[in-house]
């Protein structure tokens, strides 16, 4: 099964939106944030598609 390339700029463009928003913090800082309210949520981030990667991560980002 190959996944369509054209979702890259997408997700891609929703953590730009959401880093422009938050600029003060570093790349890092960013998806480490991400990265640990997933935790919370036992969700795990390698195995995430990416649809759900995008709602989660704007869920996050917007409740701040």
Same mark, same amino acid.
């Given at each position: 099964? =190959? ?6 700029? !997408? !997700?891609?463009?929703?953590? +730009? ?5 938050? =600029? %003060?913090?570093?790349?890092? +800082? ?9 935790? +919370? ?8 598609? %990416? %649809? ?13």
């Amino acid at each position: 099964m =190959s996944r369509d390339p054209k979702r890259i700029p !997408v !997700v891609l463009g929703k953590i +730009q939106k959401t880093w422009e928003k938050h =600029s %003060d913090l570093r790349l890092g +800082q960013l998806m480490i944030n991400f990265y640990s309210y997933l935790n +919370q949520k036992k969700i795990h981030m390698h195995g995430i598609e %990416d %649809d759900e990667f995008i709602r989660e991560f704007e869920k996050f980002y917007d409740s701040l």
